[in-house]
């Protein structure tokens, strides 16, 4: 899978906006570089990737609708980038395709792009730029390197933590277990479960923290503050932490959360 350049065939680039899209742009240059140490900076493909004027990298927003950027990826664009992927490069080796904000795929978009990722011509490359890689679909991410760069504070933490923070700060316990029943319906496989415990690990650990400095990077985390003591707060992110481990022995969505559920009002 892997080509002369040293880069992998599809890579998703997860973290932050900004931090994601020099990074994607970088290894885009480094893609369509033609000098002996990519990207070199000075040959004419990489000359022109940095005026953003390269033909063949080809961002997934020149085959959206206007109203769908930053929104919505659906199926449409990502058949359009498939049908292009057939005409073969005009300048450099390689022929790369900027998938930003890739979380905002859809299902159908996602198994839509899952097949061109298995079937692209080799000269293709895929950079997913998103702001996590536990939104896509783990046979996605089964082909694909990751590659994290920074985080933006607000998406330091998936909704789904921030949402249960919030219901163990300001809930009921019948919320609680309405909420984690909400969960498990939506089928969560076990890299979704881990990130989603790994969060709430996190969340309860900056939330002691910030009790300390006095800074609170989200509401959350004062939330969690004037609801737990801080041992309830180190008891839950242990309870988290063991949660992960689990994971990894495939106990089932269900089981998992019913024994998270029970850790919290103990
Ligand atoms: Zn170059």
């Given amino acids: 899978m892997e080509n002369q350049t ?12 900004e931090a994601r899209r020099n ?3 970088e290894l885009a240059q ?8 990519p990207p070199c900076g000075v040959c004419r493909n990489c000359r022109k990737a940095a005026q953003g004027i390269h033909p063949d990298i080809r961002f997934v927003t020149e085959f959206m609708r206007k109203e769908d950027v930053g929104v919505a990826i659906k199926i449409d664009p990502i058949r359009a980038l498939r049908n292009d992927t057939i005409i073969r490069p005009n300048e450099a080796d390689r022929k790369v395709y900027l998938i930003e904000d890739a979380q905002n795929l859809n299902l159908n978009a996602q198994n839509a792009l899952l097949k061109v990722l298995e079937e692209g011509p080799p000269y293709a490359a895929f950079l997913l730029l998103c702001d996590r890689a536990g939104a896509l679909l783990e046979t996605i991410r089964s082909r694909c390197t990751v590659e994290l760069v920074e985080e933006d504070p607000q998406s330091a933490y998936t909704p789904e933590a921030l949402g249960f923070a919030r219901v163990i700060s300001g809930g009921t316990e019948l919320d609680r277990v309405k ?5 498990e319906q939506k089928k969560p496989d076990r890299f979704a479960l881990e990130a989603f415990l790994a969060d ?11 009790s300390v400095t006095g800074r609170y990077s989200v509401p959350e985390l004062a939330s969690l503050v004037q609801a737990l003591p801080r041992d309830k707060l180190l008891s839950l992110a242990e309870a988290a932490r063991q949660g992960q481990t689990m994971t990894a022995f495939h106990v089932p969505a269900g089981h998992l959360l019913g024994w998270f559920g029970l850790q919290l009002s103990l």
């Fill in 23 to 25: 990074k994607g742009l």
């Fill in 179 to 183: 909420y984690l029943t909400a969960m």
């Fill in 6 to 17: 040293g880069l992998f065939h599809a890579t998703i680039v997860a973290g932050g906006a």
């Fill in 200 to 210: 709430v690990e996190r969340l309860c650990q900056d939330a002691v923290l910030a």
């Fill in 30 to 37: 480094r893609l369509v570089c033609s000098g002996s140490h």
